[in-house]
């Protein structure tokens, strides 16, 4: 079965935007923050983990025996994996999961502690070519650490003290250009080679998961980049969701920040709005990740460590191009699967259990016949996995199938479906006759668990299935 860990081989199409992402990284004038958007199930970790790969060759948030074989592949050209340690001697990079460390009082701390640690072994793995360098680069690393503790005091003092403690100490002593012109030597000493080889010029850190913390952490973590880390040398990639980060940093503006009380009279469009130029100012440069544009044939490639047998990965293949023909226009293809990775792996995962429920090869169904009873395992498998309360429904009543079918055709609002949404204008079946300008799609947002994007599916079927054909899939009982 398929699990949610990222991965480093691009089956999403990618490759493009990952060398695009990578080339401004490694050509940018630091300092720069990127972002990188994705909702979430759409793979952010996952192409951070491929960009550092086109990077610097290097990927320690995965298994050796993963960045070995990759490295294999690249070597003999394969086309299925792409270049690795394009800017090798240009780049080192660090990972920071945010997410781990959002119980911290101070992230931005958390944050050079990891930065000293990778900086750390990847100056033992890498060795040292002389006395000097070694020197040179446990000076650099005890230099770091001190700064961070100092970063550390200041910014508890600075959230805590008052303001006559803060003119008194902070600005006279740790004002915070001055930490970072010392973080600024301390990394370019770590990122000198000391031998007379060309240097690298840049430290990117990867900063993932950003969303997935607490409103008031994320923000902390956001004011300490902006306030210490603005440096010559470094280069910051964000990973997040960026509506959950505006929306984090909304609520934290509502709050009130530093000596700003609540603002009383602004609501929350006030708010959202001062969150997102907050976030324009800190990343100006934002890539987002595309939804999947074909997740049919996503999920087929996902079946095929799923299901063994070819010929049924075959017949769910043809199941699941769906065209819907429509009064006086051609029959068009829809799109009847979740645009999403995850929600797609979950799915395959799913529909390799119930396949041992098709018909066998004794049932000596023809083709055509197999086809149709992989469209009602879909059928079944989709609504098992992503609409629960649907789900629980039409097991204990077969016949609510008459009434799932009716209201995919009519859009007409019943019990069960008040909180789900129809991807296709309603009324597609109907013998009526309607202006051909009522008919079409509607492109839902992809992101949105409501969405019943197996609509066509069920229209495509017709009204000539009876109910009692899944109960199959629905209890594993043969009919």
Known sequence: ??????????????????????????????????GVHGDWGLGKTSFLHQVQWYLTGDCPQQPESVTEKMKKDD????????????????????????????NEAVPVVALLHEMRAQLSWRGRAAGTASRAAEVLTRGALLSLEELTKQIGFQYSKFRQASREWESENLAAKLPSHTLREHLCEAIRQLL??????????????????????????????????????????????????????????????????????????EGNYDRTMLAAAYMEKLCQNVWRLPAVRKPEQVLCELLKQTIEDEAIRSFISQGLKVSVAKEDMAPSTYQCMPPNPRRLKGLANLIGRLSPRLPSREDRLNEE???????????????????????????????????????????????????????????????????????????????????????????????????????????????
């Open 1 to 34: 079965m398929h699990n949610d860990e990222p991965s480093l081989m691009d089956a999403l199409e990618r490759r493009a935007l990952i060398e695009e992402v990578g080339k401004a990284i490694a050509h940018c004038t630091p300092p720069q923050v990127f």
């Open 75 to 102: 070597a003999r050209g394969d086309t299925s994996t792409r270049r690795c340690g394009v800017y090798e001697r240009k780049v080192q990079a660090v990972w920071f999961d945010a997410w781990r460390y959002h």
């Open 192 to 265: 000198s080679k000391g031998d007379g080889d060309e240097n690298t010029t840049r430290l990117v850190v990867f900063i993932d998961d950003v969303d997935r913390c607490e409103s008031e952490a994320a923000y902390r973590l956001l004011e300490g980049l902006k306030i210490y880390l603005t440096l010559d040398n470094c280069v910051f990639v964000l990973g997040m969701n960026q509506r959950a980060i505006e929306e984090a940093i909304a609520q934290r503006i509502g709050e009130g920040i530093g000596d700003r009380p609540p603002p009383e009279n």
């Open 369 to 479: 016949e197999m086809i149709l009873e992989a469209r009602l395992l879909l059928i079944t498998a989709y609504i098992y996995q992503f609409h629960h309360d649907l789900h629980i429904r039409w097991e204990a009543d077969l016949d609510l199938y008459n009434e799932i079918r009716d209201w995919c055709r009519t859009g007409k609002d019943l019990p069960f479906s008040n909180s789900l949404k129809l991807p296709l204008m309603a009324d597609v079946g109907s013998t009526e006759s309607q202006p051909s300008g009522q008919f079409g799609t509607t492109y839902p947002d992809p992101t949105e668990s409501s969405v019943f994007w197996i609509q066509p599916l069920i229209l495509h079927l017709g009204t000539e299935i009876a109910p009692q054909r899944f109960d199959r899939y629905l209890h594993g009982v043969p009919t």
